[in-house]
C-alpha cells in the first residue's frame, strides 16, 4: 500500500478513555480497540492519504520510543489489513469510462465501506457485476424487482425467463410493466425495459417453461450465480431441482418468498448446506403431521418488491464476494410485525447427497 487513508466511511473516533471506534456501529462493521497509550489513534490520524506506510513507521518509532520498531511494524501491519483502510494512490481501473464512474460512484461508496477485504479496491468490485452472468428464472411480483434491481447495480448479462404474459392483476407489484404491456410476454417487456435502464448492459430472454432438471441445467449453465423467482412446479419441486443442478454446476443461488406480509430470500451454494438440508432442519421443528399454510394469492407491492430486492441483494453478495454469512440460509421479515425476524440456519445432513459429494467426481452431460 503506498498511500494509506482511512475509508471515509469508517473515520475513528476516539472517547475520552481511549478507545478508538473505527466504522460505522449502525452497519454492525465497526470495531472498538483500547487504546491507552494513543499509539492506535495517532497511526490512524496519519493515514490520511499523502504518506507512505514506511514515513508513518518512521513518524511513530520517533515518537513512542516504549512501543519500539517491532511494535510499530505489528500494529501498522494490523490496521493495513484491517479493511478499514485503503491505499489514495489507487484510482479506477483501466477500462471504466467517465459515464461509468459518476454512474456507479454510489455503489463504490457502498462497497468501500462493506468490503473489509484487505487491499479491496470497490471498483474491481463493482467490474465484477459488469463481467457477470445471471439468470432469472420468474420475472413476476420478485423477480421483475429482482431483475431491475441487478441491472441498477451493473451486472453485465441478465437472461430473464418466463412463460406468461402481463395481466391487468400483474400491475399492482411487478415494477417492469405498465398498461401498455398487457398481452405481451413478460420476458421481453422485462428485456425491453431493462434496455432503456441500461442501455450497456445484455439483456436477453425466453418465453418458455423451464420445469425440468435438464431445462435447469440449460439456462444455468454458464452462469455465475442463479435467481430462481419461480414456484412452478410448486410443493418446492422447482426449488429441489435447482438445488440439484445448482449444486452441481457448482453456481451459487438465491430463491425468493412472499406470503401475504411475509417475506423471506433462500441463499444456497458450495460451502453451505443445500435446500434441503435446510428444509429439513426447519421441518424437524414442526408438530408431527402439521404443516404452516403458505397457500393464497394475497399480496402488495412492498412485499413482492422486498422480496425482489433481498434476492438481487444476495446475488449481488455472491457475485462480489461481500456476503458475511456462508450459503445454506433463509431470512426475512414479517411486514406487519417487523420483529418477527426470519433467521432459518441449519446444518447440512450427514447422508445428503448434495453436500456430502465429491466435486471433481461430477460429470455433467
Not at 489513534?41 to 517491532?70: C, F, K, N, Y
Not at 420478485?142 to 441498477?152: F, K, M, P
Not at 447440512?348 to 466435486?359: E, G, I, M, V, Y
Request: net charge negative.
Amino acid at each position: 500500500m503506498r498511500r494509506p487513508r482511512v475509508k471515509p466511511e469508517h473515520t475513528p473516533h476516539r472517547f475520552d478513555d481511549g478507545t478508538v471506534r473505527i466504522g460505522g456501529e449502525i452497519y454492525g462493521i465497526a470495531a472498538e480497540i483500547t487504546d491507552r497509550d494513543g499509539w492506535v489513534w495517532d497511526a490512524l490520524t496519519r493515514m490520511d492519504g499523502t504518506t507512505s506506510p514506511e514515513a508513518i513507521e518512521e513518524q511513530l518509532v520517533a515518537e513512542h520510543p516504549r512501543l519500539g520498531p517491532e511494535g510499530v511494524r505489528r500494529l501498522l501491519r494490523d490496521l493495513l489489513d484491517s479493511g478499514y483502510v485503503e491505499d489514495a494512490a489507487v484510482g479506477p481501473p483501466d477500462g471504466l469510462t467517465d459515464t461509468e464512474i459518476e454512474r456507479y460512484s454510489r455503489n463504490r461508496a457502498y462497497f468501500r465501506r462493506v468490503d473489509l477485504r484487505p487491499d479491496s479496491n470497490p471498483w474491481k468490485t463493482q467490474q465484477r457485476l459488469t463481467c457477470a452472468r445471471v439468470a432469472v428464472l420468474g420475472v413476476g411480483g420478485a423477480g421483475s424487482h429482482a431483475a431491475w434491481a441487478l441491472a441498477a447495480a451493473g451486472v453485465g448479462s441478465l437472461h430473464l425467463v418466463d412463460p406468461d404474459s402481463v395481466e391487468v392483476s400483474n400491475l399492482t407489484r411487478q415494477v417492469l410493466y405498465g398498461e401498455a404491456d398487457l398481452g405481451r410476454p413478460k420476458a421481453e417487456a422485462a428485456a425491453e425495459r431493462l434496455t432503456s435502464l441500461d442501455s450497456a448492459g445484455t439483456f436477453t430472454y425466453d418465453v418458455g417453461m423451464v420445469d425440468t432438471e435438464d431445462g435447469l441445467r440449460d439456462l444455468v449453465s454458464g452462469c455465475d450465480a442463479f435467481a430462481l423467482c419461480a414456484d412452478e412446479p410448486r410443493n418446492d419441486l422447482i426449488a429441489k431441482m435447482t438445488s440439484r443442478v445448482c449444486a452441481a454446476l457448482g453456481v451459487p443461488w438465491a430463491s425468493a418468498g412472499y406470503n401475504g406480509p411475509l417475506v423471506t430470500v433462500g441463499v444456497y451454494g458450495p460451502h453451505g448446506p443445500c435446500f434441503e438440508c435446510v428444509g429439513a432442519g426447519e421441518e424437524a421443528k414442526l408438530k408431527p403431521g402439521w404443516y404452516p399454510d403458505l397457500g393464497g394469492v394475497g399480496v402488495l407491492a412492498p412485499a413482492a418488491g422486498i422480496s425482489g430486492q433481498l434476492v438481487a441483494h444476495e446475488i449481488v453478495a455472491l457475485l462480489t464476494g461481500t456476503n458475511r454469512s456462508a450459503p445454506g440460509y433463509v431470512r426475512g421479515l414479517n411486514l406487519i410485525a417487523p420483529d418477527q425476524l426470519v433467521d432459518v440456519r441449519h446444518p447440512a445432513r450427514p447422508d445428503c447427497p448434495l453436500c456430502n459429494r465429491d466435486p471433481a467426481a461430477e460429470v455433467i452431460p
